[in-house]
């Protein structure tokens, strides 16, 4: 039982508590601290000195794999010339065996790496020579920043090994557009290969021989990955981006291991080329991913997405390397409008629920789930529409009318790269338009999609909604107050994976899942939302962060 708190129970009945009694993994009791020291007399007292409590996050857009997975290769955070670089490169010489990879992290500060090689004195990676002098007994990889991040261009290095491995010579072209092999005045590459895909291309493309995530580094990402997002609150995630067959299989794995102290909620990702493949992948998918899908409490596989755009020679290249998707996790597609509206109504047919990422083209997805929707109803089907930029208020009545669901990025789309909303006539009010969708009465969810994976930057972002560079405020009247987008970031997500009578909200039966704060994110000016941390988490009834 934890006493004298302050708690935040996205329960209708009952909003506010001082008061909460766990019993094994289940929420016994919540009220004031007479009432529920009366339910549960014998229980252990804790007293939380006025902190506050509430459900734990539940981050609906999370790409949590990737955040372990960084911390599976030497970081250069913190390097400030060509010199600190190739002192880490000689550090990890020293501990790898010879004639293995050396790959590291990008040049920058993490998480974004906006800074990339700017934040080194000569302002460039070191080149192949001097990666030679050291490490002269291991091929090195510097690898560029991955889009999604930071901002392109990435950079790039490797030693003269690294590039004897991958065969890449004077006369080596990408087929993909947009990557650089720096050469010399005679024409010899330097190693360093700048790239200015948001997803880079370089390693799938022309760089078959550097190391690539295993199923082994994937499993041990996920369980690293779980540490870190515990210890920022968050008890459940939702792979709303679709996960790839690997990363699906490395989650099914600790769940039999029973090591899962994230409850995850996962999405197939297609490996399909055309229509005809679709089809028959999806018929296969029923038993696994059809309506509700399969799954318990701590891992649910259900529906597919379905990306709406995508570049074919990019997704061809990626998908030539499956099962590995690099820092995706998922699997790279492109798919046209046409191809787009087929697999949709493919998608209903098989009732595998759709979610898709669209961007600014919401009035072009509308017209395509009407149609489905003349066919095949797919109301109370729970179909998902993510990463919403610009939505005119037509639309968001579609989205109403047709029972759709809804998951929105604030960091990617209003601070990260909302530059280009700064213009907007209505003062930005029709981007990430928080405030309307819930005014519609339309379900919908927060998320951090991993940029970065902290819940409470991501609180911020929603309720400022400041543009990163300027600082200005992209559609004020859409700004949230901290309540509220707290219910979105914990008890809304509940009702993607079809658990809302069991979790999410602090109640009596309701699974023991929640975070303790260090500060009541509902009385703090928005900007001290982002510098909030996270005492303690319980999943399930079980401690799993812990630094009171
Ligand atoms: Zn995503």
């Given at each position: 039982m934890f006493e004298n708190a302050k708690i935040w129970t996205f329960d209708r009945e009952r909003p506010t508590a001082q008061a909460i009694a766990i019993e094994g993994n289940v929420i016994v009791a919540v009220g004031d601290r007479d009432a529920v020291r009366d339910t549960a007399p014998d229980a252990e007292r804790i007293d939380l000195q006025g902190a506050c409590v509430i459900p734990g996050f539940n981050d609906t857009h999370a790409h949590m794999e990737r955040e372990g997975l960084k911390t599976l290769r030497p970081s250069l955070a913190g390097a400030k010339s060509v010199g600190d670089i190739l002192a880490r490169i000689r550090e990890a010489a020293a501990i790898i065996p010879p004639g293995e990879w050396i790959v590291t992290m990008p040049a920058g500060t993490p998480p974004f790496f906006f800074d990339g090689v700017s934040s080194l004195a000569e302002r460039r990676l070191p080149n192949r020579h001097e990666l030679d002098a050291a490490a002269p007994d291991h091929p090195v990889y510097i690898q560029g920043v991955f889009g999604n991040w930071g901002k392109p261009p990435g950079h790039s290095g490797l030693n003269s090994r690294g590039l004897e491995l991958n065969n890449i010579g004077p006369d080596t072209r990408p087929r993909v557009g947009g990557v650089k092999i720096e050469v010399d005045a005679q024409g010899i590459p330097t190693g360093i290969?700048?790239?200015?895909?948001?997803?880079?291309?370089?390693?799938f493309d022309i760089l078959p021989a550097v190391p690539r995530f295993g199923f082994a580094d994937r499993l041990e990402g996920i369980r690293r990955s779980q540490r870190l997002y515990n210890a920022k609150g968050t008890t459940s995630i939702?792979?709303?981006?679709?996960?790839?067959?690997?990363?699906?299989?490395?989650?099914?794995?600790?769940?039999?291991?029973n090591e899962l102290t994230?409850?995850?909620?996962?999405?197939?990702?297609?490996?399909w080329n055309d229509l005809t493949e679709a089809r028959r992948i999806m018929r296969d998918w029923l038993a696994t991913a059809r309506g509700s899908g399969l799954g318990d409490r701590w891992l649910r596989v259900s529906g597919i997405h379905i990306a709406y755009g995508g570049d074919p020679v990019v997704a061809c290249c990626a998908r030539a390397h499956l099962p590995d998707t690099g820092w995706s996790g998922f699997v790279e597609q492109a798919v046209s409008p046409s191809d787009f509206r087929e697999a949709c109504f493919l998608a209903a047919e098989f009732d595998l629920r759709l979610h898709t990422i669209v961007g600014d083209q919401l009035h072009e997805i509308v017209p395509v789930l009407r149609a489905v929707n003349e066919r095949h109803p797919i109301a109370e089907r729970r179909w998902v529409i993510e990463h919403i930029g610009r939505a005119r208020p037509e639309d968001i009545r579609a989205l109403k009318e047709l029972g759709i669901y809804?998951?929105?990025?604030?960091?990617?789309?209003?601070?990260?790269?909302?530059?280009?909303?700064?213009?907007?006539?209505?003062?930005?009010?029709?981007?990430?338009p928080h405030r309307a969708i819930l005014d519609a009465g339309i379900p919908l969810a927060i998320a951090t999609d991993n940029i970065p994976y902290d819940p409470f930057f991501t609180l911020w972002t929603t309720c400022a909604r400041e543009e990163r560079s300027t600082g200005r405020v992209i559609g004020p009247d859409q700004r949230l107050d901290a309540h509220t987008a707290l219910e979105l970031f914990t008890a809304a997500g509940a009702a993607l994976t079809f658990d809302e009578g069991w979790k999410g909200r602090l109640k009596p039966g309701f699974a023991a899942d929640l975070a303790v704060l260090s500060d009541d994110p509902t009385t703090l000016p928005p900007a001290e939302l982002k510098d909030l941390s996270c005492l303690l988490t319980i999943v399930d009834g079980r401690i799993v962060h812990d630094v009171r």
């Open positions: 290969i700048v790239e200015h895909n948001n997803r880079p291309t370089v390693e939702y792979e709303g981006h679709g996960s790839a067959a690997e990363t699906i299989s490395a989650y099914r794995r600790l769940w039999e291991l994230i409850r995850a909620g996962l999405v197939l990702s297609p490996s809804v998951t929105t990025i604030s960091t990617y789309y209003l601070w990260k790269g909302g530059s280009k909303y700064l213009n907007e006539a209505d003062g930005g009010n029709g981007v990430v």
